[in-house]
């Protein structure tokens, strides 16, 4: 018989991923609690925006009955595609097809959480709770935190992202380096900050490559864009560098040498840069990772399958592990949370091994020679 429903489950991380399992137990009543690092919602700039897959991330938002609410926020045509060469000639964009298959629509990060806040009991995310430390206490976890409070659960499910620190508590296993650092920036008011730019963009995405590199822009609903350089460095390359990346005449000096065979146009994004710029270079779990599954705490997302975002599947992936982990906690023939914990952890981490085996495949085709030919092939096969 099914006892999972009894007991407190505390979710330590307020992303998607977190935000959708909550809601999606709440719906059946179980005891949910979120705890999360940031202050409030409002606490860190949201970044790109997001494209859901009709099998993972939309298939997730059905089940938490929040359709409605996605479809009265998302961005209709934001998932526009212009292909770009390093010199600024347009090679592709996706209004050259037809009919176009796939439906996936793309929404900000910030309308995203809302919607998966808005679903949630009162005071269910428990704010400015960064996790510090995870101590059994009688079959259950006394959880403690760095402002001084403790928490109690018998169940916890890490939803805390790429530096996961509940990761270690299941698995001594770590990320391997994919050989590419991304350097991101970001612009607020891109129609007048960086007119060219914004007109390219034209409310879309751009993905430009060339040279072994890429660059990937794209515009958000607030009126800024977000950018991501891809390069093949050494894995420590941000801190050897030397580069200063809160300086921007630095940033723009290693970007007029790293890409010295691109047009000068794409400089209008680096001298327009509003914020920082924040150099992330780019891991992936191990294709093969298993653990013994531990009887009251698992993960999802990025803290159970860490892979780069050149396929698209970081919140999507998040999500359905979201779904499937709720799925296994209802399902009444598992007589045990660990045998739950066990079957969901079993089909998730077969997916996630084909997925990130597939996004490192991109990953590697997006920064070689080739890369512009693997993108048409992508956005139109025929």
């Not at 390093?86 to 996706?94: A, M, P, W, Y």
């Not at 097809?97 to 796939?102: F, G, L, M």
């Amino acid at each position: 018989m099914n006892n999972i429903k009894d007991k407190k489950i505390a979710i330590i991380g307020a992303g998607p991923g977190g935000l959708t399992l909550a809601r999606l137990l709440q719906m059946d009543g179980f005891d949910v609690k979120v705890y999360e690092r940031d202050n409030d919602k409002n606490a860190r700039p949201k970044g790109a925006t997001l494209d859901l897959h009709e099998e993972s991330g939309l298939a997730a938002l059905r089940e938490a009955k929040l359709m409605d609410a996605f479809m009265a926020n998302y961005r209709p045509g934001a998932d526009r595609t212009r292909i770009i060469d390093q010199r600024g000639n347009i090679v592709f964009e996706d209004s050259d097809i037809q009919n176009r298959e796939a439906f996936r629509p793309e929404i900000d990060r910030g309308p995203l959480q809302k919607i998966l806040l808005n679903s949630l009991i009162k005071d269910t995310v428990i704010w400015d709770s960064h996790f510090e430390t995870l101590t059994p206490s009688n079959g259950s976890w006394l959880i403690g935190f760095k402002n001084g409070t403790l928490a109690q659960a018998e169940i916890v499910i890490a939803a805390d992202g790429a530096n996961s620190k509940i990761r270690p508590y299941i698995t001594p296993i770590k990320p391997f380096y994919s050989g590419i650092s991304i350097v991101e920036g970001a612009i607020y008011s891109s129609a007048t900050a960086c007119p060219k730019m914004h007109a390219l963009l034209n409310g879309g995405k751009i993905f430009a490559m060339g040279d072994e590199k890429s660059l990937i822009v794209s515009s958000k609903g607030d009126g800024s864009l977000v950018f991501y350089t891809g390069c093949h460095t050494p894995e420590n390359w941000a801190k050897a560098s030397g580069i200063n990346f809160s300086d921007k005449n630095q940033v723009i000096d290693w970007f007029r040498n790293e890409f010295s065979e691109w047009d000068p146009m794409w400089l209008e994004l680096f001298e327009n840069a509003s914020t920082a710029f924040i150099p992330r270079p780019q891991y992936c779990m191990p294709l093969d990772q298993h653990w013994e599954t531990v009887s009251n705490l698992t993960m999802l997302g990025d803290a159970a399958h860490l892979m780069p975002p050149y396929a698209g599947e970081g919140v999507n992936m998040a999500m359905l592990d979201a779904l499937e982990l709720s799925q296994c906690f209802k399902k009444n023939h598992f007589n045990t949370p660990k045998e739950a914990i066990a079957a969901y952890e079993k089909q998730m981490l077969k997916r996630a091994s084909e997925t990130a085996d597939i996004t490192m495949q991109s990953t590697m085709a997006l920064h070689s020679i080739d890369a512009i030919s693997y993108m048409l092939n992508i956005m139109d096969p025929e």
